[in-house]
């Protein structure tokens, strides 16, 4: 099994940048195919992006392309989610998530392991 503690969040003005840290216990996460979603009040979670076990691959929602990044440094059992050009339907509450196997999903079911989640807050 493996614990997922998310890290980073906070309020940011408009076109301003931040960088989301989860931090894994318990197994490596060099073991899981990792994702980070968001949920804004009142919408259902999404997809933001997913990183390959060894980091070699990645997937981005075209809602956030060209503006967040997704890392991860597997010595240091950290995945990142770097965060630019925010803007406020940026804000909501961003998870951590791990799956076994080597497939990117886009589907949170698809995600056995979940982090408590950080909130992130854009103003105009």
């Known amino acids: 099994q493996v614990q997922l503690v998310e890290s980073g969040g906070g309020l940011v003005q408009s076109g301003g940048s931040l960088r989301l840290s989860c931090a894994g216990s318990g197994r490596a996460i060099s073991s899981y195919t990792m994702g980070w979603f968001r949920q804004a009040p009142g919408k259902e979670r999404e997809f933001v992006a997913g990183i390959s076990r060894s980091g070699s691959s990645t997937v981005v929602a075209d809602s956030v392309k060209g503006r967040f990044t997704i890392s991860r440094d597997n010595a240091k059992n950290t995945v990142y989610l770097q965060m630019n050009s925010l803007k406020p339907e940026d804000t909501a509450v961003y998870y951590c998530?791990?799956?076994?196997?080597?497939?990117?999903?886009?589907?949170?079911?698809?995600?056995?392991?979940w982090g408590q989640g950080t909130q992130v807050t854009v103003s105009s």
């Open positions: 998530a791990a799956r076994d196997g080597t497939l990117i999903r886009t589907t949170n079911g698809e995600y056995g392991y």
